[in-house]
């Protein structure tokens, strides 16, 4: 069955750095876009970032377009999500997803992983 697991969530500083990463199995990577969404206790899940099944298009959510830069290794199965000058409201649970159809930037996609929490404080 199709597996995508988060890994890298944790404590950091406000301004510090992140890199999470999710390893997908039982798909064909190559098939599916792939989003990182968040949710922060009381709100709704919400985009943060996507991109093409090649990679070669990239979407952000206005608050961390700049800061996060998304990724993904075809050869691998694994999409990455590198979050600089990280900031307290960045704080939620995120999520590594899939989806098979355009568009990206959307939250019904196909699979989901079980997230992982990043934490921002001082």
């Known amino acids: 069955q199709v597996q995508l697991v988060e890994s890298g969530g944790g404590l950091v500083q406000p301004g510090g750095s992140l890199r999470l990463s999710c390893a997908a199995s039982?798909?064909?990577?190559?098939?599916?876009?792939m989003g990182w969404f968040r949710q922060a206790p009381g709100n709704k899940r919400e985009f943060v970032a996507g991109l093409s099944w090649s990679g070669g298009d990239t979407y952000y959510e206005d608050s961390v377009n700049g800061r996060f830069t998304v990724s993904r290794d075809n050869t691998k199965n694994t999409v990455n999500l590198q979050m600089n000058s990280l900031k307290p409201e960045d704080t939620a649970v995120y999520y590594c997803a899939a989806r098979r159809a355009w568009p990206v930037v959307t939250t019904l996609y196909d699979y989901w992983g079980q997230g992982t929490q990043v934490t921002v404080s001082s």
């Open positions: 039982g798909l064909t990577f190559t098939d599916y876009i």
